[in-house]
């Protein structure tokens, strides 16, 4: 199998974080944070797509049942990026019970049939509005799972609302991720994909010790630093890296998304263009499409104003 995701557009990407997801959900932060000007940009800068993490809590109510201002949001972003002919993945950052951050005291998801029949059932709903337009939009179903003892449990979950999915979305492309934080090195473990329109996904903020240094919530790291020429970070580096996950796609006729990947803001600007241009010979040389973390703040912006001096090339490596 060829790359799906490059042939229907979905081959360079940056992500829109902090829009409708990690954030404080004030209604000037959804209205505001990211504007038709961010979309113009993105586009100018020669990207084909972006990623857009949204949170449950934007989606549903809390009494029950779905909320319609966070639909129509999300509506109104796929407008802009089909304006500006970029397409659209649509990423379920955090569900009820669950988050990548134990910050969000979210917690009980596979362990609660109840929380994971709302899992299911907000993504038929989510297939029900924007299921019809599978050559722009995709789906990412969870973000990162965290522990690697939830893998059995995420692939009958995952599995189950696919199917579910697909009575309303029935060619949308699907991006499925493994534990330890959509690690690389978990996508082994992953099931086959349930049709020929899943594809594998993964993140890659390696070594962390580089892309993280001085991240306030990794305890170990808060007050260290490094520089690119500290590392060992080679294209060998992130081949060995990937090679089990590119393995795993090939022999089950899938390719792989990378849907994360990024230098933290404590890091040099010239340092963090060193590390981009390494991971992209890496994606170019195997057809790895991808998203960059991230578009703006969220500690690894690429649009703001301390990437200035190396952004025009640093580009050339997204």
């Known amino acids: 199998m060829g790359n799906i995701m490059q042939e229907k557009g979905?081959?360079?990407?940056?992500?829109?974080?902090?829009?409708?997801?990690q954030c404080d959900y004030s209604q000037d932060r959804l209205d505001h944070f990211i504007t038709e000007a961010d979309f113009e940009k993105i586009a100018s800068w020669g990207l084909d797509h972006v990623r857009i993490p949204v949170d449950y809590n934007i989606l549903e109510k809390e009494e029950g049942g779905y909320d319609k201002s966070g639909f129509d949001r999300i509506?109104?972003?796929?407008?802009?990026?089909?304006k500006y002919g970029l397409n659209a993945i649509l990423d379920l950052h955090k569900t009820?019970?669950?988050?990548?951050?134990?910050g969000e005291e979210e917690s009980g998801f596979f362990d609660s049939?109840?929380?994971?029949?709302?899992?299911?059932?907000l993504w038929e709903e989510l297939a029900k509005h924007f299921g019809g337009d599978p050559a722009h939009v995709a789906f990412e179903l969870l973000n990162e799972v965290t522990e690697q003892r939830f893998c059995e449990?995420?692939?009958?979950?995952?599995?189950?609302c696919i199917a579910r999915i697909r009575?309303?979305?029935?060619?949308?492309?699907?991006?499925?991720?493994?534990y330890w934080n959509n690690s690389a090195e978990a996508v082994k473990d992953l099931a086959a994909p349930f049709d020929d329109k899943v594809i594998y996904n993964f993140h890659c903020y390696a070594p962390l010790e580089f892309t993280h240094q001085g991240a306030y919530w990794v305890k170990e790291l808060t007050d260290k630093r490094f520089s690119f020429a500290q590392m060992d970070i080679t294209p060998a580096y992130f081949e060995k890296l990937f090679a089990e996950a590119l393995q795993k796609a090939a022999d089950n006729g899938t390719c792989l998304y990378c849907g994360e990947y990024g230098v933290i803001?404590?890091?040099?600007?010239?340092?963090?263009?060193?590390?981009?241009?390494?991971?992209?010979?890496v994606f170019e040389k195997y057809g790895i499409s991808r998203a960059a973390?991230?578009?703006?703040?969220?500690?690894?912006?690429?649009?703001d104003s301390r990437m200035d001096g190396v952004r025009e090339e640093l580009l050339r490596y997204l």
């Open 113 to 121: 049939e109840k929380y994971q029949e709302r899992f299911c059932a």
């Open 265 to 281: 803001d404590k890091a040099s600007p010239e340092d963090a263009l060193k590390w981009f241009q390494v991971i992209h010979s």
């Open 10 to 21: 979905f081959y360079r990407g940056v992500n829109l974080g902090g829009w409708f997801s």
């Open 153 to 160: 449990t995420w692939n009958r979950i995952s599995g189950k």
């Open 167 to 178: 009575q309303y979305a029935p060619d949308t492309l699907i991006l499925l991720g493994s």
């Open 96 to 102: 009820a019970g669950f988050s990548f951050d134990e």
């Open 293 to 303: 973390w991230s578009y703006k703040e969220m500690d690894f912006g690429i649009s």
């Open 75 to 82: 509506a109104a972003a796929l407008g802009l990026a089909r």
